[in-house]
T-cell receptor
Framework: DIQMTQSPSSLSASVGDRVTITCRAS??????LNWYQHKPGKAPKLLIY???TLQNGVPSRFSGSGSGTDFTLTINNLQPEDFASYYC?????????FGQGTNLEIK | QVQLVESGGGVVQPGRSLRLSCVAS????????MHWVRQAPGKGLEWVAV????????YQADSVKGRFTISRDNSKNTLYLQMNSLRPEDTALYYC??????????????WGQGTTVSVCS
């Protein structure tokens, strides 16, 4: 199985900041990497698929990059609604797996 | 509109069984692979199982293999998760979600609101 290691586990930032979250896979998986945003009491929301493709309706301040084993999610100009948990997920194997998550908090 | 609605959660004793359902609407259910994902209290998302669009291929996480069975009825637009031999560590909010195919460079683009399972004596 592919193990996903996400960092940091928590992050404090201010409105207007730029933040970066990283995700590392235990084996190479091309660009089969997705990013989700999850808020308490809500369903997770797909932000980015195929490592760098923005899902319809997601603001352009979100971006993703990487291939192989190392991936990043960047959020530019943080907005109040961006404070949430973020997860990477691999879809390279038939048994998908998530990273441990990053809790983005307001500083 | 495109929607997934889970049901069937509840409180159950360890060792007992429960069946979750997820009813789809607003899209061609039989064209999509379907997943179950769970989140235990205070923990992150955990992928549980997936079934292909036609029901012929199924895969599960090691943590539930041999105890949980995923299935679907395309005539009823419904996904199921049969959970047997439940353990306290299965306590979680269970989501169903869809994807185009598995594996693929696409993510899970539609999710339900979840149904809660509590396993305790």
């Amino acid at each position: 199985d592919i193990q996903m290691t996400q960092s940091p586990s928590s992050l404090s930032a201010s409105v207007g900041d730029r933040v970066t979250i990283t995700c590392r896979a235990s084996q190479s998986m091309s660009t089969y990497l997705n990013w989700y945003q999850h808020k308490p009491g809500k369903a997770p929301k797909l932000l980015i698929y195929d490592a760098s493709t923005l899902q319809n309706g997601v603001p352009s301040r979100f971006s993703g990059s990487g291939s192989g084993t190392d991936f990043t999610l960047t959020i530019n100009n943080l907005q109040p609604e961006d404070f949430a948990s973020y997860y990477c997920q691999q879809s390279y194997s038939t048994r998908y797996s998530f990273g441990q998550g990053t809790n983005l908090e307001i500083k | 509109q495109v929607q997934l609605v889970e049901s069937g959660g509840g409180v159950v004793q360890p060792g007992r069984s429960l069946r979750l359902s997820c009813v789809a609407s607003g899209f061609t259910f039989s064209s999509y692979a379907m997943h179950w994902v769970r989140q235990a209290p205070g923990k992150g998302l955990e992928w549980v199982a997936v079934i292909s669009y036609d029901g012929n291929k199924k895969y599960q996480a090691d943590s539930v293999k041999g105890r949980f069975t995923i299935s679907r009825d395309n005539s009823k637009n419904t996904l199921y998760l049969q959970m047997n031999s439940l353990r306290p560590e299965d306590t979680a909010l269970y989501y169903c979600a869809r994807s185009v195919v598995v594996p693929a460079s696409y993510g899970l683009d539609v999710w339900g609101q979840g149904t809660t399972v509590s396993v305790c004596s």
